[in-house]
T-cell receptor, first 115, second 112 residues
């Protein structure tokens, strides 16, 4: 079975500081990995995805993530936080071998950005 | 805007009642997925349909059912509602290649 662990339910940074949100996965097959963002009272928006091509993936709003098989990690980073980045971030994993795959989500990390 | 629409946006009802949530996928997407987001369970996969057929089931209660119609819209039916069913229900859709799911804005269900 696949699973995702997101370390830290809350992460606080100052505006302009580096953002690092951690995600570790467990999967018996090469996974697909995703980061979604949820703004208050809104749905989930895809930030970026890893689907077995380049290990460094760039997404929207200046975010990127690196797939590290040896560490079973897919951490999300952004060099400089902006106030508008305050939201909840979800890491998710799916099994591409099934053809029709569900997403298994982590518990989420709420990013707080202070001026 | 993901292109996935869900109605209604909010739903308030009483215990024991039955409700229907509706989802229209992105144009051209054949797969529809339903997820439940609650404070205690997080985001959980409920069920998936592909071109009208059920393809995968997750942690969906027997009181819940879904279907996908010929025009590809989907409905999630929740019956004998309990307080614990209060949650945000998301629909997502994907294309044939199915490597990415696009989520709708959700329906917030409150059971009183």
């Amino acid at each position: 079975a696949q699973s995702v662990t997101q370390l830290g339910s809350h992460v606080s940074v100052s505006e302009g500081a580096l953002v690092l949100l951690r995600c570790n996965y467990s999967s018996s097959v090469p996974p697909y990995l995703f980061w979604y963002v949820q703004y208050p009272n809104q749905g989930l928006q895809l930030l970026l995805k890893y689907t077995s091509a380049a290990t460094l993936v760039k997404g929207i709003n200046g975010f990127e993530a690196e797939f590290k098989k040896s560490e079973t990690s897919f951490h999300l980073t952004k060099p400089s936080a902006h106030m508008s980045d305050a939201a909840e971030y979800f890491c998710a994993v799916s099994d591409p071998s099934t053809g029709f795959q569900k997403l298994v989500f982590g518990t989420g990390t709420r990013l707080l950005v202070s001026p | 805007d993901s292109g996935v629409t869900q109605t209604p946006k909010h739903l308030i009802t009483a215990t024991g009642q039955r409700v229907t949530l509706r989802c229209s996928p992105r144009s051209g997407d054949l797969s529809v997925y339903w997820y439940q987001q609650s404070l205690d369970q997080g985001l959980q996969f409920l069920i998936q349909y592909y071109n009208g057929e059920e393809r995968a089931k997750g942690n969906i209660l027997e009181r819940f059912s879904a279907q996908q119609f010929p025009d590809l819209h989907s409905e999630l039916n929740l019956s004998s509602l309990e307080l614990g069913d209060s949650a945000l229900y998301f629909c997502a859709s994907s294309s044939l290649r199915a490597d990415t799911q696009y989520f709708g804005p959700g329906t917030r269900l409150t059971v009183l």
